[in-house]
């Protein structure tokens, strides 16, 4: 495919993805949306995205990368110590099996792309679980009609760009992570509700490892220590199980050589919030991509107590933390008491996560345009942030950065000036910081629960 014809055929394809999401806001769609079944939508989605991909023949470079990866794996090469500098492939070698499967089928298989099969196979399965659970739990709540909240969703710009036209994997961490929710966020506390949302909570880690941002609230609103640290333990041995399966599979593999990639940030430095807003020459931006691990760290540590406070829940951490709970640790009679507090919805909990992934947002210094889908599940799932003025300004805001930005990624070039597209990534940032601060101010005026 042409460069003219992918920008073409992005530019037609984002343009129908924007009208259908805003005929939504009329009252007679609204209506004969009612009347579909859930069975109906994604069967009409199924046909509308598989028309859709079936136009894409383009491949971004950094998915094209991932078909790599599965390559040396089926040859039994590690392609970690050939990534040595860690910036190809930064993730547990989980998905890396599934991409040989992938590999071997393009390669068999030549009319369609390594990209399709990802988008067929995993992509589009990983984003209706995530259309399911929102549906499923909105379908419970008399304040929204989830069919259209849905729908919303499904023809998102940004949905089309990050998942359709990118071929981005963030989709299935994030799955992974909301059906693991469903069992470690439980008001039944059994260990086979653990293991399974550990080990689901583990998959989601190993698909893309910024998924451990959302530890914090896993412990916080799970309300249980002991619970928390079985959790804990168990994705340690699940992910060390992951790379000692590739090790042995690999020639030469070993922890040393894989476990340096996972801590490696992705996304380029410069373009985004923080350090956008530094004056940063070569020896300086040096200098801070090797010490922006740690102050993302820092602010984001600052990020999560800021929430603890104003969701109400500093008192029950202290509690927890006291000395003479620490001394009991070990006594489950004991801790199996030691709740945050028993009102907290699975709602509250996907708030929380949605106001995380806006901190993140403000205080990360990496940036790749990609991670503009990570809130979207959260946005959609919350009833308090779905018909919201503030909502759509940030909507309007993130679809026209994300379209410049694939625009210039369809042209393999500037179409749209650098200067311009960052402008309106840091005018989207500046607008995550008050919509952080609008939430929280929300919640500071009620009490969660």
Known sequence: MTTNTTVFTFIVEFFIFSVLNSCLNIDKVKRYVNKLSLRKIFFYTTIFYLAIISFLKFEVGDV?????????????????????NHSQYPFFPFLIFFHAILNTLSEKFTFFSFSHYLKIFLLIPAFYLIIKIIYTDLKKQSKVNPKLAILKFITSPIVYCVVLFHGQIDVILLALFMLSSRFVISRQR?????????????????????????????????RNAYLSSSLLLIVIICLMANIYIYTRYVFGSSFSTVIPALSKPGGPVGVWGISY?????????????????????????????????????????????SLKRIKNYFNYKLIKHLSFRDNYSIGNYFEYCFLTVVGIYIVIPNWGIQYLFWVLPFLFYSVNLLENQRTNNYMLIANLYCMASYLNIAANESIISESLVNLLGFSLWCYCIYWFSVNILRLKSKTIG
Do not use: E
């Open 64 to 84: 094209m990368l991932f078909s790599s990866a599965g390559k040396y794996l089926k040859n039994r090469i590690d392609f970690y110590w050939i990534d040595s």
């Open 190 to 222: 059994n260990w086979r509700q653990l293991v399974t949302g550990a080990i689901l909570y583990a998959l989601s880690i190993a698909s893309k490892t910024w998924s451990i941002l959302f530890l914090p609230a896993i412990i916080v609103f799970q």
């Open 277 to 321: 807003l530094l004056p940063l020459n070569f020896n300086s931006l040096q200098l801070f991509k090797r010490y922006s691990i740690y102050l993302f760290g820092a602010l984001f540590g600052l990020i999560q107590l800021i929430l603890i406070r104003y969701f109400n829940l500093l008192g029950k951490v202290k509690d927890c933390l």
